[in-house]
């Protein structure tokens, strides 16, 4: 719907009663507010002088705060040709409120900036019973000349004084998700991500709680380029003032090409990404899981191809870049016999040469594949299994056809191709660019029979490119990103049944935009069992854990596991990854007849718990482990939605005592739950035991690990 139409059909519905409890509304008006509400948390916009202020954000029952009315609080904040952008400069024009899909409903808000011919729609999302809300802002030149967008953060919050803590998601290539929490005192605290992908060094992701109040407040932002997030107080000026006594201003949003402005053209308008907020009087947990509910009831893609979780082989580690169809088919005979439901073949099925430099270049090597990649898909379905295949769709090395032949498809920058390493990106807002790949898949899905592909991301872009015209609008990563999710929606669409796996060195491009538009993404290139430990645990406390997927490989990266290991060190490298979806990639055909035996037990245990892990609410009953030096003991619980059944993930790492005894949380009160260790019974106890005394679980030396199941 254009801005225009919109605001015609909200003079009309102004005309008409407020949405109330006769739509069963989760969105009301009224005393002079909008109020917002989904599973017991309130987001309330007050009409002040006809501007929209935030009123309250928190728990309905829990403890909370109220902005007085000669100080209301504001929940947009910007700038646009030097002119501030906060409700006082914004006019509230027009309103309405929809009900949408399983249970959400839409209230959009209709602002005009009262000096610069500048429309802000504000759209609001109450997501069912999750608990979750989302913002989406999109803004319209409505003058005759060009405006220049300086900021308007996705999210921007005024909250209430108190004192704060901050936790963050950090890391890099093989460090992803790395679990920081410190405490905000005066100043500013500043995040800013400019390598062109969205998690290359940290998440846009942020939790905060306030100590004094007792509420935890978490967001995230939905977009897989640059963006900026910062949390500022200023010291309180007066004597006898604490810091704590000053709100604290949080922002979340996108940042422009070269982290400068957006140019809006006359009568353009332009979409900025969507964040998701919640607030929980618990802890992190019980905040971050109401996002990871909105995430799976209303973000993540489903195919019922990957329901329940596929376990995969995928054929990287023990074959990086160097395959050949024998070794391959060695490799499928024995992963079907373990019991892969998948065999993807990784990067190195198309070069001669270099996987990097000749990418873009999808046929098959006619050295390795003397009969085309048809024959190992035939043989991998031939023994139950789907096949699937690696792409790096968005990219091209500079030694391959495709880049010698369109240089000019590439990102530039002065007149050339942007070229990092050895690959150059791909411009998905071109039309020649998306009809190409189109191509690609096409082909790929009909002559090997594709039920699952893999698409990498191996380039940090960064943020200076060349304009489409003579002016730097500062939108040429915006625009790129969006025709890529619609590229992916397209491909979605066209095979329902294909799994979509997202991939960027492992896990650099993994947020809640690109969580819409694929089926589950790759956690880390990092596979090390001891290093991998804090993957599953950073990875679970963003995201559902059914999108996390990482795999079994072995002692190193070259996929080898030693055949004179005790069994329960077996037990840890194959437990490691079970913390979302399952894979192996391993030299499974050098394995004597015990670890296969070992493997198939673990992998028949993943396939008995995956239900629950699938939809799970997700618990992190230890502290966060360090990520090469991982110490003392990490436990994960993972309860299912009817609070039924449950499993507990327990790890003891180096430093660490024989036992550990975990105090379980989202049990049903009042229920007796049967508990199994490893398979084996170990009795029933009742919610409240296993809350307060607790569940000793004992492994007999350092790096084992058990699964505990509870029903």
């Known amino acids: ?118 429309e802000i729609e504000a759209v609001y999302g109450v997501w069912g019973d999750t608990g979750v809300f989302t913002r989406r802002l999109t803004v319209t030149n409505r003058g005759d000349k060009a405006l220049r967008l300086e900021s308007l953060p996705a999210l921007a919050l005024m909250l209430p004084p108190g004192e704060y803590e901050l936790s963050y998601l950090w890391g ?73 006594d000053k709100p604290l201003e949080a922002k979340l949003g996108m940042e422009f090409d070269f982290g400068g402005s957006l140019s809006l053209p006359p009568g353009v308008s332009r979409e900025l990404p969507e964040v998701a ?22 973000v993540i893609p489903r195919t019922p191809s990957n329901d329940p979780l596929l376990v995969q082989f995928n054929s990287w580690y023990p074959y990086p870049g160097k395959l050949a169809v024998a070794e391959l088919k060695r490799c499928a005979d024995v992963a079907g016999e373990l019991g892969a439901e998948v065999f993807v073949l990784d990067s190195g099925w198309y070069n001669k040469v270099d996987w990097s430099k000749e990418l873009g270049d999808y046929e098959a090597d006619r050295t390795a594949f003397p009969n085309g ?79 699952w592909i893999k698409i990498d991301y191996n380039i940090d872009i960064g943020e200076e490119f060349d304009p489409p015209d003579d002016d730097r609008p500062g939108d040429a990563l915006y625009n790129h990103i969006r025709h890529y999710y619609q590229w992916l929606d397209e491909v979605r669409a066209a095979y329902p049944d294909l799994v979509i796996e997202n991939c960027s060195s492992g896990g650099l491009r993994f947020d809640l935009g690109i969580l819409r538009h694929t089926h589950t993404t790759w956690l880390s290139d990092e596979v090390k069992p001891v290093e991998s430990v804090q993957l599953g645990y950073g990875c679970t406390v963003e995201f559902a854990p059914e999108v996390c997927n990482h795999w079994m490989v072995g002692e190193a990266h070259d996929g080898r596991v030693k055949l004179d290991s005790p069994p329960g060190w077996w037990d840890f490298l194959f437990r490691v990854p079970m913390n979302g979806q399952y894979g192996l990639s391993s030299r499974v055909y050098e394995w004597n007849d015990a670890l296969k035996q070992r493997a198939r037990e673990n992998v028949e245990l993943y396939k008995r718990i995956r239900r629950t892990i699938m939809g799970a609410d997700v618990y992190h009953l230890t502290p966060p482990p360090d990520n090469s030096r991982p110490t003392g003991w990490m436990g994960l619980q993972y309860v299912s939605s009817d609070n039924a059944r449950s499993v507990l993930m327990a790890y003891r790492l180096g430093q660490s005592n024989m036992q550990h005894v975990f105090r379980l949380r989202g049990l049903a009160k009042g229920k007796t739950y049967r508990v199994r260790v490893d398979g084996r019974p170990q009795g029933a106890f009742t919610a409240e035991h296993l809350a307060g005394a607790g569940l000793p679980v004992t492994l007999d030396a350092e790096w084992r690990a058990a699964v505990i199941e509870l029903e």
């Open 1 to 118: 719907m254009s801005l225009i139409r919109l605001v015609r059909f909200t003079v009309a519905v102004c005309l008409l009663p407020a949405a109330g409890s006769s739509l069963g509304s989760e969105i009301e008006r009224r005393n002079g507010a909008w109020e917002l509400k989904s599973a017991g948390v309130i987001y309330r916009l007050r009409v002040q002088d006809n501007s929209l202020w935030l009123d309250y954000f928190g728990p309905e029952s829990g403890p909370g705060w109220k902005t007085p009315k000669d100080a209301p609080a504001a929940d947009i904040a910007g700038r646009a040709e030097g002119q501030g952008l906060s409700p006082a400069e914004l006019l509230l024009v027009g309103h309405d409120v929809r009900p949408g899909a399983s249970g959400s409903q839409t209230g959009r808000f209709l602002l005009r900036h009262r000096r610069l011919p500048l």
């Open 172 to 244: 890099g290539w093989g460090q992803e998700r790395q679990l920081a929490t410190e405490r905000l005192g005066p100043g500013r605290r500043e995040f800013i991500s400019n390598r062109g992908r969205s998690t290359s060094m940290f998440s846009p992701w942020f939790g905060l709680r306030n100590a004094t109040l007792g509420v935890t407040f978490v967001a995230q932002l939905a977009w897989s380029g640059n963006w900026q997030m910062s949390f500022e107080r200023l010291p309180a000026g007066w004597p006898g003032r604490l810091i704590s």
């Open 277 to 298: 907020f919640t607030a929980s009087a618990g802890d992190l947990d019980n905040a971050a899981n109401q996002l990871h509910r909105y995430q799976r009831n209303h």
């Open 373 to 451: 990649i048809e024959e190992l898909s035939g043989h991998v379905r031939g023994k139950g299994m789907k096949f699937g295949i690696w792409v790096e769709i968005e990219n091209v090395g500079v030694e391959s056809r495709m880049f010698r032949e369109h240089p000019d498809w590439c990102f530039q920058y002065n007149g050339k191709p942007v070229v990092k390493g050895v690959r150059c990106m791909l411009n998905f807002a071109k039309p020649e660019v998306r009809k190409w790949a189109h191509a690609v898949i096409d082909r790929l899905v009909r002559d090997y029979r594709l039920g």
